[in-house]
């Protein structure tokens, strides 16, 4: 295998919520990584930001504000990629979030927000950014950044945890849709990421009970998520395709396993109740 695999060497990549937190993350690897980047976020000075310091790397970068709820704002952040860059070969669907309340809580309207944040705008950028990578006859990667949240139960989070399932399921039939064009598709699942937006996590409690949680120990970096999505780019990945790569320290894996001394449990502070093997059934 050349080493020259991982490399995205004059690629053209779509970052949505580029601006910051783990969609810069990706923005400026991958303009380490050789790629020119085009940053749509919703927050003009934000992506302006962002592409700043992608040209401070030597690439190429545009900044388009982009409200990715609304498939006229896409198609023409789509068509003015492809008029300043020449076309489209990466995707990358991260625009999206959150903000905690309980199902019961919430009004209709409020549902409506999260799905059409996280589930119509991944459909919206999906449609249009493929449509561009077939006329221009490129073979592209799509990478959907969903969440740990779309494979366990999410409370406080239920719509937008139904919507990451639902994306997750859609890269596993766009990819087998998309495998005549070319285009591969692929998911990446963080648990808790050093963000501006978690930064509430920095704590002594926090960081404490996050260690018990996370067999890693500690929250992830947006470098972390970064590198599977150079990888899911890249060439390396070229027979990869309708997958979720799960970047969260192994807290899927635990499955609500938490640190007690040098040993796990189910029960934490409890004594003697699982140290000893057992079986189950």
């Known amino acids: 295998m050349d080493p020259s695999s991982v490399l995205l060497t004059d690629k053209v990549a ?3 919520g580029g601006g910051d937190g783990i969609g810069k993350g ?9 790629a020119h980047v085009v940053i ?12 700043a310091q992608v040209r401070q790397l030597g690439r190429k970068a545009l900044s388009i504000a ?9 198609k023409a952040m789509v068509e003015r990629t492809v008029e300043e860059f020449g076309g489209v070969d990466i995707l990358v669907n991260n625009a999206g979030g959150a903000r905690p309340k309980e199902f019961m809580s ?6 409506r927000r999260s799905v059409e944040l996280n589930l119509m705008g991944l459909l919206n950028c999906t449609h249009t950014v493929v449509g561009a990578m077939t006329a221009g006859a490129r073979r592209g990667a799509i990478i959907n950044i969903s969440s740990i949240e779309a494979s366990r139960a999410g409370p406080l989070y239920s719509v937008y945890s139904a919507c990451k399932a639902a994306m997750e399921n859609f890269t596993k ?3 087998l849709e998309l495998s005549r064009r070319g285009i591969r598709v692929n998911s990446i699942a963080p ?6 937006h978690t930064a509430e996590l920095h704590t002594p409690q926090a960081e404490a009970a996050i260690a018990r949680v996370v067999p890693l120990g500690q929250m992830g970096r947006v470098e972390d998520v970064a590198g599977a999505a150079v990888y899911l780019a ?3 990945s070229a027979w990869v395709t309708g997958i979720t790569i799960h970047v969260d320290g192994g807290t899927f894996a635990g499955a609500g396993w938490i640190k007690q001394g040098e040993s796990w449990t189910l029960f934490p502070d409890s004594t003697g109740v699982v140290d000893s093997p057992r079986e189950t059934r």
């Open 14 to 16: 779509i970052i949505t």
């Open 26 to 34: 990706i923005a400026l690897t991958y303009a380490r990584f050789g």
């Open 40 to 51: 749509a976020d919703l927050n003009p000075a934000a992506g302006e930001a962002a592409a």
């Open 66 to 74: 982009t409200d990715i709820r609304s498939l006229d704002q896409v």
């Open 106 to 111: 919430m009004d209709p309207e409020r549902w």
């Open 173 to 175: 039939t766009a990819a």
């Open 191 to 196: 648990d808790m990421i050093d963000t501006p």
């Open 234 to 236: 890249s060439d390396l």
